[in-house]
C-alpha cells in the first residue's frame, strides 16, 4: 500500500450509526467520489479498514460487495488481488445517477410532466444521433425489442422491461456515452411505461410508435428519427394516468 493510501486509511473515523455496514460504506464511498482515491487504485486490506473503522472484517467485506455491485469497486482474487477502484465508465455512472433518480422517485416529488420534459431533453436529441451513429447491431437489438412488443400481450409483466431496453439502446446508439447513461438511468429508475393507462389501443399504437422510430433510426434519417420520438413522448404525456 503506498504513502497516499495510508494517509487516506488514516482519516477513516468509526461514526456512531444505526449499521456499522453504512458508516465503511459511506465513507469509503464519499473518499472515492472525493478523488482521495485514484481510478485503479488498491484500497487498503480488508483487516486494516476494519482496524480504521473499528468494526468487524466481515462487516467490511460486507461493505466492500455493496460498493462492488454499485460499479464504484472491484475485486480481484488471489496473493496479488484486493479490491480496486473502477474507472468511471457509463454503466457505473448509469447505476450511481439511477440511484438517485430512484430516491427522488420513492419520495413522490417527481410529476410524470417533468419526468417526459426530462425524456424530451434527452431523448428526442439521442434519437438523432442514434440515426446517424447507430451500429447494425444496435439495430438488430432494436429489431428484436420491437418484435418483442409486437407479439406480447398488454398483461406481459416484462413489457416494462422492453419499454427500457428499447429507449436505453437508442440512448448508447447516440455514440455519446454520458446522454446513454443519462437515459439508462432515468428508465432504470422511473419505469416510464408503468404511468400508462395500458389499453389494448395505448399497447398497439405505442408498439407503432416505435417501429417508426427504429424505421427512422434504421434509414438514418435524423430528422425523422426526432420528430418520431417527440411524437411518442407527447403521447406517452397524454395516455398517462398522472398529469
Request: glycine share 6%.
Amino acid at each position: 500500500m503506498g504513502d497516499d493510501a495510508q494517509r487516506v486509511a488514516g482519516e477513516f473515523k468509526a461514526r456512531a450509526v444505526t449499521r456499522p455496514r453504512a458508516q465503511v460504506e459511506e465513507q469509503i464511498k464519499e473518499a472515492i467520489l472525493l478523488g482521495q482515491f485514484s481510478q485503479g487504485e488498491k484500497l487498503p486490506p480488508e483487516t486494516q479498514l476494519a482496524e480504521q473503522f473499528g468494526v468487524s472484517r466481515p462487516t467490511v467485506r460486507e461493505a466492500l460487495s455493496s460498493l462492488v455491485t454499485a460499479g464504484l469497486i472491484r475485486k480481484i482474487p488471489g496473493n496479488a488481488g484486493g479490491s480496486f477502484i473502477n474507472t468511471v465508465t457509463p454503466d457505473s455512472l448509469s447505476k450511481m445517477l439511477g440511484e438517485s433518480m430512484e430516491t427522488i422517485m420513492r419520495l413522490g416529488t417527481l410529476e410524470i410532466g417533468e419526468l417526459t420534459q426530462v425524456r424530451h431533453i434527452l431523448e428526442v436529441p439521442a434519437s438523432r444521433l442514434a440515426a446517424t451513429g447507430r451500429s447494425e447491431a444496435d439495430i438488430e437489438h432494436l429489431r428484436s425489442i420491437v418484435e418483442r412488443q409486437r407479439t406480447t400481450t398488454i398483461d406481459d409483466p416484462e413489457i416494462p422491461s422492453y419499454d427500457r431496453d428499447f429507449h436505453t439502446t437508442i440512448g448508447n446508439a447516440s455514440g455519446n456515452r454520458l446522454l446513454g447513461a443519462f437515459v439508462a438511468a432515468l428508465h432504470e429508475a422511473t419505469h416510464p411505461v408503468e404511468f400508462l393507462n395500458v389499453t389494448q389501443t395505448v399497447a398497439n399504437r405505442t408498439v407503432k410508435q416505435h417501429m417508426a422510430i427504429l424505421k427512422a433510426i434504421e434509414a438514418g434519417d435524423a430528422a425523422e428519427a426526432e420528430s418520431a420520438m417527440k411524437d411518442h413522448l407527447d403521447y406517452v404525456l397524454r395516455s398517462s394516468r398522472r398529469n
